[in-house]
């Protein structure tokens, strides 16, 4: 079992940046391929970003390529989304996730949810 906290959330303008972490607890970190997803009102969960176990790999849905940046710290069992350039359409729920797969982007495929956080950018 895997826990997972999310935390960095909050009101942004567009344009602006924000930050969010997961904290992870239970299990060996660095065995899990770690991802962000997000859920805007009315719409399905949809893939945002993930990385490798090691943090060498790392894959990026296209709406977001170039403003978002996913990282990790196997030594801090935390995983960061660096978000910058915020636009309104990027206003959603964002949710991190574990999964035990060598490599996947496929939401079925993530084993671990945290609870989420809101992310609400103001045009």
């Known amino acids: 079992q895997v826990q997972l906290v999310e935390s960095g959330g909050g009101l942004v303008q567009a344009g602006g940046s924000l930050r969010l972490s997961c904290v992870a607890s239970g299990r060996t970190f660095s065995n899990y391929v770690m991802a962000w997803f997000r859920q805007a009102p009315g719409k399905e969960r949809e893939f945002v970003a993930a990385?490798?176990?090691?943090?060498?790999?790392?894959d990026y849905a296209d709406s977001v390529k170039g403003r978002f940046t996913i990282s990790r710290d196997n030594a801090k069992n935390t995983v960061y989304l660096q978000m910058n350039s915020l636009k309104g359409e990027d206003t959603a729920v964002y949710y991190c996730?574990?999964?035990?797969?060598?490599?996947?982007?496929?939401?079925?495929?993530?084993?671990?949810w945290g609870q989420g956080t809101q992310v609400t950018v103001s045009s």
């Open positions: 996730a574990a999964s035990r797969a060598l490599w996947t982007l496929t939401i079925r495929s993530y084993d671990y």
């Open positions: 990385i490798s176990r090691s943090g060498g790999s790392t």
